[in-house]
């Protein structure tokens, strides 16, 4: 680990000057922030600053929590029962079943281990790395054992920033996407795993990753929510409704499923992100503007967005797309919602444009925030409706 960190992005820094500690990743070696720019410095050239920025924080990662919640069945049983998700690991092993013979491949973040298994049933891979750092890890190795795959599967129960290989590989294989793609940011320990472990012409899957986003109709969110306080048991609660919206809404719907009759507009891609090329500190904001057109008529209550991600096959230009959107069976992640505080009106020909921007939090590396900025141009009505609105998920 030391020394392939040596060749990742590092800081230049002067004798007192302030950085904000974002992740002790070794011993050695930290990642910090400075000036707007993040980079890595040796942790002994520190002293004080990185201590008085986080010192009323135990573990910004919250690594025993997120390890904690992977260590018993019901998130794997909630993965492995995601038919969409899990086949399309399986299509794009199978599909480039012999360009994989004889290739070491890196499964980061492995769980039970169905992507190892798939890549030693599928294809004749020299040896597969199943890493997993949550406890689970124990009866990844029962599997593999039972399974007759020992020969093949190595499994290591180690996180990212700790792994020890023999060799570079030549594919890294993950299932790192959270909500809304970038929740609780395994991306980072994909990409440091990508800088020290994968050979330079080696294989990311998934390949790239996008970001969709459509206005959209939530007629049964907003009623139950915030209509609801208008005669509950023929009562005048209607003064409760401005507290309905700050409690309910405050924040994104993260387990929302939009139907595609609630669109107002075609979607949009948001972000479009190489995983070959991306840096680790582009994490930290990223941006993007969008423009809808509106198709019909209806009642604007908010935003939704989804993600997919593709995976590039190695010796053609075919791609296997998970899209988990509405227009494709239902995940696991399902959809976010984001709503708006005042629910609007608009019609066909209308234009709504503004800009979407994921920040990540700075203490809480696990967590970001979404600041979506909108206006409403409507030219049969000739007016203009502006707004913006931050949504933290989760801190």
């Given at each position: 680990?030391?020394?392939?960190?040596?060749?990742?992005?590092?800081?230049?820094?002067?004798?007192?000057?302030?950085?904000?500690?974002?992740?002790?990743?070794?011993?050695?070696?930290?990642?910090?922030?400075?000036?707007?720019?993040?980079?890595?410095?040796?942790?002994?050239?520190?002293?004080?600053?990185?201590?008085?920025?986080?010192?009323?924080?135990?573990?910004?990662?919250?690594?025993?929590?997120?390890?904690?919640?992977?260590?018993?069945?019901?998130?794997?049983?909630?993965?492995?029962?995601?038919?969409?998700?899990?086949?399309?690991?399986?299509?794009?092993?199978?599909?480039?079943?012999?360009?994989?013979?004889?290739?070491?491949?890196?499964?980061?973040?492995?769980?039970?281990?169905?992507?190892?298994?798939?890549?030693?049933?599928?294809?004749?891979?020299?040896?597969?790395?199943?890493?997993?750092?949550?406890?689970?890890?124990?009866?990844?190795?029962?599997?593999?054992?039972?399974?007759?795959?020992?020969?093949?599967?190595?499994?290591?129960?180690?996180?990212?920033?700790?792994?020890?290989?023999?060799?570079?590989?030549?594919?890294?294989?993950?299932?790192?996407?959270?909500?809304?793609?970038?929740?609780?940011?395994?991306?980072?320990?994909?990409?440091?795993?990508?800088?020290?472990?994968?050979?330079?012409?080696?294989?990311?899957?998934?390949?790239?990753?996008?970001?969709?986003?459509?206005?959209?109709?939530?007629?049964?969110?907003?009623?139950?929510?915030?209509?609801?306080?208008?005669?509950?048991?023929?009562?005048?609660?209607?003064?409760?409704?401005?507290?309905?919206?700050?409690?309910?809404?405050?924040?994104?719907?993260?387990?929302?499923?939009?139907?595609?009759?609630?669109?107002?507009?075609?979607?949009?891609?948001?972000?479009?992100?190489?995983?070959?090329?991306?840096?680790?500190?582009?994490?930290?904001?990223?941006?993007?503007?969008?423009?809808?057109?509106?198709?019909?008529?209806?009642?604007?209550?908010?935003?939704?967005?989804?993600?997919?991600?593709?995976?590039?096959?190695?010796?053609?230009?075919?791609q296997v797309d998970l899209d988990t959107g509405p227009f494709n069976p239902l995940t696991h992640w399902k959809h976010?919602?984001?709503?708006?505080?005042?629910?609007?009106?608009?019609?066909?020909?209308?234009?709504?444009?503004?800009?979407?921007?994921?920040?990540?939090?700075?203490?809480?590396?696990?967590?970001?925030?979404?600041?979506?900025?909108?206006?409403?141009?409507?030219?049969?009505q000739n007016t203009e409706q502006n707004g913006c609105k931050?949504?933290?998920?989760?801190?």
């Amino acid at each position: 680990m030391e020394v392939a960190i040596r060749w990742l992005k590092k800081l230049s820094l002067s004798q007192g000057d302030k950085v904000l500690l974002l992740n002790a990743v070794t011993g050695e070696w930290w990642w910090v922030e400075h000036n707007g720019h993040c980079g890595y410095v040796p942790a002994n050239y520190l002293h004080g600053a990185c201590e008085e920025e986080d010192s009323d924080v135990d573990d910004p990662w919250q690594d025993e929590e997120y390890y904690g919640s992977y260590k018993t069945l019901k998130l794997h049983l909630e993965m492995l029962s995601d038919q969409p998700r899990t086949q399309s690991y399986r299509n794009v092993i199978m599909q480039n079943s012999q360009a994989l013979k004889g290739k070491r491949i890196l499964d980061l973040g492995c769980g039970t281990g169905i992507i190892s298994f798939f890549c030693a049933q599928l294809s004749e891979p020299e040896v597969v790395y199943a890493v997993e750092a949550s406890d689970i890890v124990e009866q990844t190795r029962k599997l593999v054992e039972e399974n007759g795959y020992s020969r093949v599967i190595q499994v290591l129960g180690q996180r990212a920033e700790e792994l020890q290989l023999p060799t570079k590989v030549d594919v890294l294989v993950s299932e790192w996407m959270g909500t809304c793609l970038l929740f609780e940011f395994m991306l980072e320990s994909v990409l440091l795993a990508r800088d020290l472990w994968l050979k330079e012409d080696g294989v990311m899957w998934p390949s790239t990753a996008r970001i969709h986003m459509v206005p959209c109709c939530a007629d049964r969110e907003y009623s139950s929510r915030v209509h609801f306080w208008d005669s509950p048991y023929g009562l005048n609660f209607s003064s409760l409704k401005p507290m309905a919206v700050q409690e309910f809404f405050s924040t994104p719907k993260p387990d929302y499923v939009l139907k595609p009759e609630d669109c107002l507009s075609q979607p949009c891609t948001l972000l479009d992100v190489n995983l070959k090329t991306i840096k680790i500190e582009a994490l930290e904001r990223m941006s993007s503007e969008f423009q809808f057109h509106v198709d019909c008529d209806g009642t604007f209550h908010g935003l939704t967005a989804w993600f997919s991600v593709q995976f590039q096959n190695i010796d053609s230009q075919e791609q296997v797309d998970l899209d988990t959107g509405p227009f494709n069976p239902l995940t696991h992640w399902k959809h976010t919602l984001f709503m708006l505080d005042q629910p609007m009106q608009v019609r066909t020909g209308d234009k709504i444009a503004g800009s979407a921007v994921f920040t990540r939090n700075p203490i809480w590396r696990r967590h970001l925030s979404v600041t979506i900025t909108w206006s409403i141009t409507s030219p049969s009505q000739n007016t203009e409706q502006n707004g913006c609105k931050v949504f933290p998920i989760w801190r």
